[in-house]
């Protein structure tokens, strides 16, 4: 590919040295040319820095630096403020990517002159598989926004499917100290994009790794930054005189980051207590999320039957199905 622009590939690493080298050697295999590695060792206490640097002295496209342990938002931060490439990728230690990757993206976004690409993905577990993908278009930064909000889907949401042109990121960081970093950069960065670009092949493999947090914990961890997002996404567009279309969105999206709440309380995989504070939430919210233009039919009537004594309607219904 000539004349191919340079791009910055950050890799946060803390405690892989089982994995990190097949994401490396998935980096090493790139088709596209013109690119650096900027590992962030995140303060592992294994033989992560050591796996990494030993790369690093056959391949000098590979940088690696070894920060104090702050999580994953911070060695990404760390990551971009040492990136010298003109677009922004970002490939977790432990997943994997295809040979196609940045390819695949960086030609779709000179061919589209869109200022993000998004790629379909594979979700690895240990005896399965899932893959999504989307149709190949082209849409608007402000479309791509909206669509994340109301759709809450991971495509739009994830970080690492995705290739950015790097000045996007001025201003924006991921956030410290918060989990699910993902929910409050994502729709940021889409709204400063003129256009978003999508590519219809799974070329980015996450693998899901056991965990020792419990699956109420890891589920009420999600759903509370949701929330956080969606509040995030209403301060900062409810600025936005030309487009009211943004902060009905992103109150949208709230509604449905609270119905997740007393969905998974009602199924009881979360404690019961939420079904009480988010319905009381929701029907506090009721008059405005029905006059919303995002609200689906079936959403209304969750809300409706939320509306029973004491939700017991919704309680019964979601619990059985």
């Known amino acids: 590919m000539q004349n191919s622009e340079l791009i910055s590939v950050i890799v946060p690493v803390y405690n892989l040295e089982g994995e990190i080298s097949k994401c490396l050697l998935s980096l090493v295999l790139q088709k596209y040319p013109n690119f650096e590695v900027i590992i962030v060792d995140d303060g592992s206490t294994d033989n992560s ?28 931060n760390f990551g971009i403020s040492k990136a010298k490439g003109k677009y922004l990728a ?13 390819g695949s993206l960086y030609s779709s976004i000179l061919q589209s002159g869109s200022d993000i690409a998004i790629s379909g993905y594979t979700e690895i577990y240990k005896n399965d598989s899932k893959t999504f993908l989307r ?25 690492w499917n995705k290739l950015y042109k790097k000045t996007l990121f001025r201003g924006i960081r991921f956030p410290d100290g918060k989990n699910h970093e993902d929910n409050f950069t994502t729709f940021q960065l889409l709204i400063r994009a003129k256009k978003v670009s999508y590519v219809s092949k799974s070329i980015y493999n996450y693998v899901y790794r056991e965990s020792s947090i419990t699956n109420s914990e890891k589920t009420l961890e999600r759903l509370k930054a949701k929330v956080e997002s969606a ?52 029907l506090k919210n009721k008059a405005e999320y029905f006059r919303n233009p995002y609200i689906d039919f079936k959403r209304q009537n969750y809300i409706r039957l939320l509306s029973s004594t004491n939700g017991f309607l919704y309680y019964s219904f979601r619990k059985f199905i």
Do not use: W
């Open 90 to 102: 970002f490939v977790d230690g432990d997943d994997y990517i295809d040979p196609e990757f940045l």
């Open 135 to 159: 149709e190949p278009e082209v849409i608007s930064g402000r479309n791509a926004t909206i669509r994340l909000l109301t759709r809450q889907e991971n495509m739009e949401v994830l970080t």
């Open 49 to 76: 820095l050591s796996v990494c640097s030993k790369l690093a002295e056959k391949d000098k496209r590979f940088l690696v630096y070894h920060t104090k342990n702050k999580g994953l938002s911070s060695a990404r």
């Open 231 to 282: 509040k995030e996404a209403m301060k900062i567009f409810k600025k936005e005189e030309k487009d009211s279309r943004l902060y009905l969105a992103a109150k949208y999206s709230e509604l449905l980051a609270f119905l997740q709440f007393v969905d998974f309380s009602a199924k009881g995989e979360i404690p019961k207590k939420y079904f009480k504070i988010y319905r009381k939430k929701i």
